[in-house]
């Protein structure tokens, strides 16, 4: 266990690392990472929603999300295929490259479809970004991780949630912006050059040096261990399904929630103006105030309570919406809803993504993150895409909203449990140790 993971005493050590290089270079990592989420995720929504797309239907694409639940499938091609030619830059350099480069050309293509008369074809232009942006957050993330030192895990997860909400907040304010002057064609089209800055990140920081270099794969014995072996590895540890099941667990309400904030807000009659004003506007700034306090949290408290408190109060940020709902439109009460949402998201996000990658092994951190990142958010995300528009229409959104904040319970009671048995301590990876084993 690191100095940082138990907390410090020492304000400076909790502010300093923000300005190291490496935690820069996972801000610009995450503005990347962020861009494909918001192309399928709040921004397709608003474009279903006014073309009067039915609210079924339009909750039934957050099933694109479902992708990247599934990246685990292929993350070990990203550990242990070298690219021919461009993989001289490095096994990290080159996949985000091309993987880069995948993902611009997914969104062009979204961007080419038209809902209206091809809804089906619609779903798949999302369902491809989805696949081209799982894919880009394999590499993102292990090259974060190899890249960070142990005792910048926290701060690093801070600033690549800095980079992440920029991005995505920036890729669907633009897109939101551009759509009312020149169409939705032109509006996704402009936003494929936020895949550009990790790729820059990579060519500018080059190969990390904690990266471990891929064994020879041989045969089809070789390759099997290259997929089976970071599962292994993770289910050997000690409570390894019980920290599984804390990871099914804890964004359960915050996923289902999250999803379908557009259409409350449609429904209530914001307007787009209003939307990027209190939404994106206000909800930007609390998120990246949300992320500060989390880094110096995690780096105060430590890893354990820190990720507890973030779960707290992420569990109770969807009441505010219920209450939201049930007054009425407000412009103050979506600004209040949206700003306390998005701090509790804002701490989460940078202490629970520290926790996630201190489990990872570093022989096989592509693998063992895109395991750990797709199981945190498949339910919330499946129970959205087949259920949320319908309990919405048959219980309305006040119902909703309290059921979200129920449904966060279990996770916080499961973590709870997991630090009084010394399962976290227990569970973390070579990620988290000083120096690599050899």
């Not at 880009?136 to 992440?164: C, N």
């Not at 520290?354 to 592509?366: I, K, P, Q």
């Amino acid at each position: 266990m690191t100095d940082i993971a138990k907390g410090s005493a020492n304000w400076l050590d909790a502010v300093k690392p923000y300005v190291q290089k490496a935690p820069l270079g996972a801000f610009f990592l995450g503005i990347s990472s962020g861009f494909p989420y918001a192309m399928i995720g709040a921004t397709l929504t608003t474009r279903l929603a006014q073309d009067g797309i039915d609210k079924k239907a339009v909750t039934a694409f957050t099933l694109a999300f479902l992708v990247y639940n599934l990246k685990w499938l292929w993350a070990w091609v990203v550990d242990g295929v070298r690219l021919p030619v461009i993989g001289r830059l490095g096994q990290r350099v080159s996949w985000l490259l091309v993987a880069g480069l995948f993902v611009m050309a997914a969104v062009a293509n979204l961007a080419l479809v038209d809902p209206t008369t091809g809804l089906l074809q619609t779903a798949y232009a999302a369902i491809l970004v989805g696949v081209a942006g799982a894919t880009f957050d394999i590499v993102i993330d292990a090259y974060r991780i190899e890249t960070l030192r142990p005792e910048q895990l926290g701060v690093g997860s801070g600033m690549s949630q800095y980079g992440w909400r920029i991005g995505s907040v920036a890729a669907g304010a633009l897109a939101l912006v551009l759509a009312a002057r020149i169409g939705w064609h032109g509006a996704y089209l402009a936003c494929a050059i936020f895949a550009l800055p990790a790729m820059l990140t990579g060519l500018v920081l080059g190969e990390p040096e904690r990266h471990r270099e891929p064994t020879a794969r041989r045969g089809l014995g070789e390759v099997w261990e290259s997929i089976a072996g970071p599962l292994v590895e993770f289910f050997r540890r000690r409570g390894a399904w019980l920290v599984l099941l804390f990871i099914l667990l804890h964004k359960i309400g915050d996923t289902l929630a999250n999803l379908t904030f557009r259409l409350l807000f449609d429904d209530m009659g914001y307007t787009n103006d209003e939307i990027a004003i209190y939404d994106v506007g206000i909800g930007f700034w609390a998120y990246l105030i949300g992320i500060f306090v989390g880094g110096v949290l995690y780096a105060r408290m430590g890893m354990k309570r820190s990720v507890l408190v973030s779960l707290l109060l992420m569990g109770v940020s969807n009441f505010s919406f219920a209450l939201l709902a049930a007054l009425g439109k407000s412009n103050w009460g979506m600004a209040g809803a949206i700003g306390f949402e998005n701090f509790a998201s804002g701490i989460g996000g940078v202490t629970v993504v520290a926790y996630f990658s201190a489990l990872c092994d570093l022989r096989f951190t592509a693998a063992q993150y895109a395991l750990i990142s797709a199981a945190a958010s498949i339910v919330g995300r499946f129970l959205t895409g087949t259920t949320a528009g319908a309990m919405i229409e048959r219980f309305g959104y006040v119902d909703f909203y309290l059921l979200t904040t129920a449904l966060a319970v279990p996770g916080i009671v499961l973590f709870w449990l997991m630090m009084r048995a010394g399962l976290i301590d227990a569970s973390v990876g070579s990620a988290a140790a000083p120096q690599p084993p050899a």
